[in-house]
Nanobody
């Protein structure tokens, strides 16, 4: 299984972007899926994660994106999306999607075994 992240780009403060993570060669299965980001010169950090169920999925967000970002998944299409609204310059980073080792959402990167390539998000002031 390979994960492909897309949807990054450059926007101004207050703008929106929608990132997508697609699984190829397999499915996300019953695994939770998360998004992480790495800002220039900084460590990779957790952004959001969602468990495998559809409606009623368990989700988790880092505090700095709560109310602005929404994670969702379409198991039939094998995609997980991250809708990012009210973007700020501090959201600038390379964003990565990853499949968890299990069904529960986690914030720690070492709980994710399968990673996609990153997609760049740049927010200008």
């Amino acid at each position: 299984v390979q994960l492909q992240a897309s949807g990054g780009g450059s926007v101004q403060t207050g703008g929106s972007l929608r990132l997508s993570c697609a699984a190829s060669g397999g499915t996300f299965g019953m695994y939770a899926v998360g998004w992480f980001r790495r800002a220039p010169g900084k460590d990779r950090k957790f952004v959001a994660a969602i468990s495998w169920r559809g409606p009623g999925s368990n989700t988790k967000y880092t505090d700095s994106v709560k109310g602005r970002f929404t994670i969702s998944r379409d198991n039939a299409k094998n995609t997980v999306s991250l809708q990012m609204n009210s973007l700020k310059p501090e959201d600038t980073a390379v964003y990565y999607c990853a499949r968890s080792r299990g069904i529960s959402v986690h914030t720690a990167a070492d709980q994710y075994a399968l990673w996609g390539q990153g997609t760049q998000v740049t927010v200008s002031s």
